[in-house]
């Protein structure tokens, strides 16, 4: 940790299900963070269906745990109407179940390219797929202002635009705010995907406390053997996270701090009680 940027508040430690998705069920990641003082969860809606939309609801109420944010709405391209329909249903099914575990933002992978049926990438028409991008946030917005649940668009590392998220960086994000105005709508800032960007921290600083609805952690290893699932523990890679962490400060962020890491071959394989354990270390030593 350098002299200069103060230890992290352990109380704004918050872990996102999918880090520890391979070993135990929600209920068990739930009571597993209680148990050791991890005060924030973010949870994934296939893991909320799972155990039932109330039941996930009041286990993470029961257990006093903040909802940093709920994952995920979003892949607004569709090859027809047929299919924009749909997503646009899944995402206010989606707002919903974020209201109903009292989230404090709806994050969006906002999608790519388009694909056909069978899930092939049917269209390089890359613009035309951000245009529905925009469109479709901006239908979506219209439902989540009014119930009240802040959407965060989490800009991908480029590497997913076509297949995950068109939208790439933080200077899409914000003038997508700027396009669609930032009355609930922000950014999801995840480390992983914009470490990068000569415009970091700028962009961050534009985006101010106002927009700034999350904060992601994890670490960018060198090699990285797996473009999704190999994403690395805060302090095994290259990222300079209290860097990071002294620009959101200084721009007004002060919610929490979310350990996300898909690990298929490391993380997921150990004990999820010591992977739990290190993100409690590593978030006091290395964030
Ligand atoms: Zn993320």
Redesign the pocket.
């Known amino acids: 940790m350098p002299e200069s940027v103060s230890t992290p508040d352990p109380s704004l430690l918050s872990i996102n299900t999918a880090t520890v998705r391979q070993q135990w069920r929600l209920p068990d990641i739930i009571s597993g963070c209680a148990a050791l003082g991890i005060r924030g969860i973010a949870p994934w809606r296939d893991q909320v269906a799972e155990t039932g939309l109330k039941e996930a609801a009041q286990r993470i109420r029961d257990a006093g745990l903040l909802v940093s944010g709920y994952c995920r709405g979003g892949m607004f391209p569709a090859i027809d109407g047929a299919g924009r329909r749909a997503a646009r249903d899944d995402n206010r099914r989606a707002v919903d179940e974020a209201l109903t575990v009292g989230a404090r933002c709806l994050v969006l992978v906002v999608g790519g390219l388009l694909k056909d049926g069978e899930g092939r990438i049917a269209s390089k028409d890359l613009a035309g797929a951000r245009s529905m991008v925009r469109d479709g946030v901006g239908d979506l917005l219209e439902y989540s202002r009014s119930a009240g649940m802040p959407l965060a668009i989490?800009p991908l590392h480029p590497m997913y635009a076509a297949d995950r998220a068109c939208i790439n960086t933080m200077a899409q994000a914000n003038d997508l705010c700027d396009e669609l105005g930032d009355d609930g709508l922000g950014i999801?800032v995840?480390v992983y995907h914009v470490w990068w960007d000569r415009e970091l921290k700028d962009q961050i600083e534009r985006a101010g406390d106002k927009r700034l609805l999350a904060f992601?952690f994890c670490d960018w290893l060198v090699p990285t053997r797996d473009l999704l699932l190999d994403r690395g523990m805060m302090g095994d890679g290259v990222i300079d996270l209290p860097l990071i962490r002294s620009w959101m400060e200084r721009a007004g962020y002060r919610g929490a701090h979310e350990v996300?890491i898909f690990s298929a071959n490391d993380w997921w394989k150990r004990d999820p009680v010591e992977v739990l354990r290190t993100c409690i270390h590593r978030h006091q030593t290395v964030c």
């Open positions: 989490e999801a995840d992601h996300e």
